[in-house]
């Protein structure tokens, strides 16, 4: 699989909640840093991270707006949306739809992703969650 395939599934796997793919998509050792400044090391820790924030946001969908690809290194720049139904950080669910910004920066090696980090308008998510 390319580089670009495997973005474009990673990306998939978001959309469609199926995080089982992260265990052929991404290195078992993976270095993942989320939009939220939390930080989550191997599968089982990305699993964790994905979960809290599905819980949070059950519709959240990555609308990837631009990509570039170097090597085995990808950055690209999504919009996340999403109505804010469970518990997230100190924000009880406000049932609001959210939108926020976001640059991840993903490192490929032998065919798998072995770090992401991301980072995230959380200035704007705040700002909306508190509204």
């Excluded at 090391?41 to 946001?57: H, Q, R, S």
């Excluded at 059950?58 to 707006?65: D, F, Q, R, T």
Aim: with cysteine.
């Amino acid at each position: 699989m390319t580089n670009k395939e495997l973005i474009s599934r990673y990306y998939q796997m978001w959309n469609e909640k199926d995080f089982t793919l992260a265990d052929k998509l991404c290195d078992k050792d993976i270095r993942f840093r989320g939009s939220l400044d939390i930080t989550a090391n191997g599968i089982d820790g990305f699993k964790e991270y994905a979960e809290m924030l599905i819980n949070a946001f059950p519709n959240l969908y990555h609308a990837v707006e631009m990509s570039v690809f170097d090597g085995d290194v990808v950055a690209t720049y999504v919009t996340y949306s999403a109505k804010h139904e469970g518990q997230l950080l100190e924000y009880s669910p406000t049932h609001k739809r959210i939108s926020y910004s976001g640059a991840s920066f993903f490192q490929i090696k032998d065919g798998k992703i072995v770090s992401i980090n991301v980072l995230g308008d959380l200035n704007s998510l705040h700002k909306q969650l508190s509204e």
